[in-house]
């Protein structure tokens, strides 16, 4: 497993951008695909975006064009930009690991993300 640490969260308005960061233990675009969770009071934890280890990208319909996961092989980061932000973006924000397409199974512990209206 690789040790994963948010960063980046906090209130904004809606209409305005924040971008998470997700700064891992090793190396992890050769091995791993790294994904963005989310999850709001009361619901689900849900996948926002993901980026995998040959770089394709996909979204949570209600993120696309709006959110971009990006990686820094270098600094073994992940990036969440999140532009237009709206009130119902409001959760906490979990980064997390997987190998091969299996579990996802390595995750940070969270970084509150509030849009205020």
């Known amino acids: 497993q690789v040790q994963l640490v948010e960063s980046g969260g906090g209130l904004v308005q809606a209409g305005g951008s924040l971008r998470l960061s997700c700064s891992a233990s090793k190396r992890i675009f050769s091995t791993y695909d790294m994904g963005w969770f989310r999850q709001a009071p009361g619901k689900q934890r849900e996948l926002v975006a993901a980026?995998?280890?040959?770089?394709?990208?996909n979204y949570a319909d209600s993120v696309k064009g709006r959110f971009t996961i990006s990686g820094d092989n270098a600094k073994n980061t992940v990036y969440l930009q999140m532009n237009s932000l709206k009130p119902e973006d409001t959760a906490v924000y979990y980064c997390?690991?997987?190998?091969?397409?299996?579990?996802?199974?390595?995750w940070g512990q969270g970084t509150q993300v509030t849009v205020s209206s």
């Open positions: 980026i995998t280890r040959g770089g394709s990208t």
């Open positions: 997390a690991a997987r190998v091969g397409g299996l579990l996802w199974n390595s």
